[in-house]
Nanobody, 126 residues
Framework: QVQLVESGGGSVQAGGSLRLSCAASGDTYLTNSMGWFRQAPGKEREEVATIVRGAVGTTYYSDSVKGRFTISLDNAKNTVFLQMNSLRPEDTAMYYC??????????????????WGQGTQVTVSS
């Protein structure tokens, strides 16, 4: 089993920044990818970004956040970060950390991830 604990959510005005963290513990060797998804009220969970463990650390981003958000991984601490800049009201959602053995394939599909955190709320006001 893998446990994921998110932190760093909060409220910010449009144009501001937030940094989310997700610490993984347990059988982390079962996973090779860590990512972030988000879900706004009344909407489906959607992909945000994923990073694949390894020397290269390949990253994937949804078009809606590309150029504004950056995902990174501290392998030694098994912690993934999501730096969110130029935040917009439409970024408001519950953000979930996820881990799985995707190898990058289908990274945008929630079903590819076996482990999920409890979520952290991000609210962006205009």
């Amino acid at each position: 089993q893998v446990q994921l604990v998110e932190s760093g959510g909060g409220s910010v005005q449009a144009g501001g920044s937030l940094r989310l963290s997700c610490a993984a513990s347990g059988d982390t060797y079962l996973t090779n990818s860590m990512g972030w998804f988000r879900q706004a009220p009344g909407k489906e969970r959607e992909e945000v970004a994923t990073i694949v463990r390894g020397a290269v650390g390949t990253t994937y981003y949804s078009d809606s956040v590309k150029g504004r958000f950056t995902i990174s991984l501290d392998n030694a601490k098994n912690t993934v970060f999501l730096q969110m800049n130029s935040l917009r009201p439409e970024d408001t959602a519950m953000y979930y950390c996820a881990a799985g053995a995707t190898y990058g394939a289908g990274w945008y599909l929630p079903k590819r991830y076996n482990y999920w955190g409890q979520g952290t709320q991000v609210t962006v006001s205009s």
